[in-house]
Structure formats: C-alpha cells, structure tokens
C-alpha cells in the first residue's frame, strides 16, 4: 500500500517535472531570433493559457459564483422576513382601520387631523441661488392649492405652500435658513409622544433644529419626528413623517431642550411630489 502511494506521487513528480522542462524549453525557444520563432511563441502562449490561467480563471470564477450565491442567499432570507412581518402590519392596520371607521360613526367625526388627500404634481422651477430655500411646482388655486399646505415626496415631508396662482404654487422648503414660521411637530419614543417646533435647518450637518415643548428628560437617537396636525386648519395634517432624531440636547434655561433631525426626504433630488389637503378643513 504504502509503496503504492509513493509510486504515484513519484509519477506525479515526474510528470509535473517534464511539463515544467517543456514549457521551458519553449519559452526559450520563443525568446530566440530564429525562423518560425512565431510559431513557438503561439505555442508556448497555449500551453501557458491551458495548463495555467484557463484552470485558475475556472477556479476563481467558480469561488466568485459561490460567494454571488451566498449573498443572494442572505438577501432572500432577510426579505422573507421583512415580507412576514409586513403581512403581519397590514393584517393589524386593516383591523385599526376597520376600529377607526367604526368610532367616527359612534362619535359623529367626520374627519381627523390625521386624514387627508394628495394632489400629485411635479416641480417645474428650482432657481441655482435659492437652491435650498423653495421649488415652483405646476399646480395652483385652480386645483384647490392654498398657503399653508404641506408639500411631500414618498420618503418625507419637504416643505410648505407660501404663494399660490391660478397655475402654479411656490413651496417654501424646510431646508430654507431663512423661514421665519415653525413647523409643529411631534417625537414618537417608544410609547411616549412629545412635542416640539422644528425652527431652523442646519445647511452644514444637513440637521433640523427642533425646540421641545413638552416636559422630557431625554429623547432617543432614531424616534421618529411627524408633524403634529396643530397648525391650525388647511395647514400640516397630523402624521406626515418629518425625519429621525440624531441627538438630544437638555440645554439651559435661556436654550431650552433641543433635538437635532435627520431630514427623511432626499432635498438634493426632488422632481414629483405631492401637495396635501387635509380633510378636516
């Protein structure tokens, strides 16, 4: 047995020798200025593509198929997960809403702070110089636009209506340092509910400033902040989602107590939104 195995790695030896020996003998044969010279040089080159890169392109190409599957792997799994639980969400907004509809007919409520509808549009105007400050958008009063209402993207809330026309509407980003009025705005923290006024944006930590109103020691980092539909009437409905919070800040009795946002929306690509009318108007 054993002089059986040493008899194959002896004829492995020998064969992996010869091979190295020819392509040798070639590669010097190719380097050499003699008459059909080319002819050694393609050979050698074959030798060379067969025998060494062909096997180990084969064998990397295979490495990166495996590692292509594992990845495909891990995002399947981590999307089946997310599908189950948004089976579960909707299941339980069904059942809310089903609840929700059932306690306007009891009460008499006709609408809440919370509805509301869309009007689609698209921005046909966003001057260079006042890039963050405000976008003209293609819809006015003639589509039952007015001051005052908020302005969405699928991602977030971006601004307000400051200027209507029959045709056109001019939106008053939150970006805009300069706005003079306070969104209202409230902070979800696990099941704690406070509210703030977002007052300023931060055009270098590309941040919101919000003032905190209600009495709170500390605020997490990731609570979401949505508009709190206390505006007034034909203003922000209640629940347009606003960003995340980054930090907290207890500040002094002349500051008060702040939150620094992550703005939801994407303010450097806004192209469709949507302006909203609340309902209990």
């Known amino acids: 047995m054993y002089n059986n195995d040493k008899k194959k ?135 039952d636009v007015t001051n005052g209402m908020a302005v969405i993207t699928s991602k977030g809330m971006i601004g307000t209506v400051t200027k209507v026309t029959p045709v056109s509407s001019t939106v008053t980003l939150l970006t805009d340092e300069n706005a003079k009025s306070q969104l209202p705005v409230m902070i979800t923290d696990g099941s704690a509910t406070y509210y703030g006024l977002l007052n300023s944006y931060n055009i270098k930590s590309k941040t919101f400033n919000v003032s905190i109103l209600s009495t709170v020691d500390k605020i997490a980092k990731g609570a979401s902040v949505t508009t709190s539909g206390l505006g007034g009437k034909g203003k922000s409905p209640k629940g347009l989602l606003v960003g995340t919070v980054t930090s907290f800040s207890s500040g002094d009795n002349a500051t008060g107590k702040t939150v620094t946002v992550k703005p939801a929306a994407n303010f450097d690509d806004l192209n469709y939104v949507a302006v909203v009318k609340r309902t209990d108007s």
Not at 38 to 50: R, W
Not at 93 to 98: A, D, E
Not at 113 to 130: F, G, M, Q
């Open 9 to 143: 790695r002896s004829s492995r030896m020998i064969a992996v020798t010869i091979i190295l020996v020819v392509v040798s003998v070639f590669s010097l044969l190719a380097n050499a200025d003699i008459p059909g010279a080319y002819i050694v040089k393609d050979s050698v080159a074959n030798i060379e593509y067969y025998i060494i890169k062909a096997p180990i392109s084969y064998v990397r190409s295979v490495f990166q198929e495996y590692v292509d599957l594992k990845v495909v792997y891990r995002e399947n799994k981590r999307l089946k997960k997310s599908l189950d639980g948004y089976a579960g969400e909707l299941a339980m907004n069904n059942v809310l809403t089903n609840e929700l509809e059932e306690m306007k007919k009891l009460t008499g409520i006709k609408n809440l702070s919370t509805d509301y509808e869309l009007k689609y549009t698209n921005i046909i105007e966003r001057d260079a110089n006042n890039w963050s400050n405000e976008v003209t958008i293609n819809i006015g009063s003639n589509s």
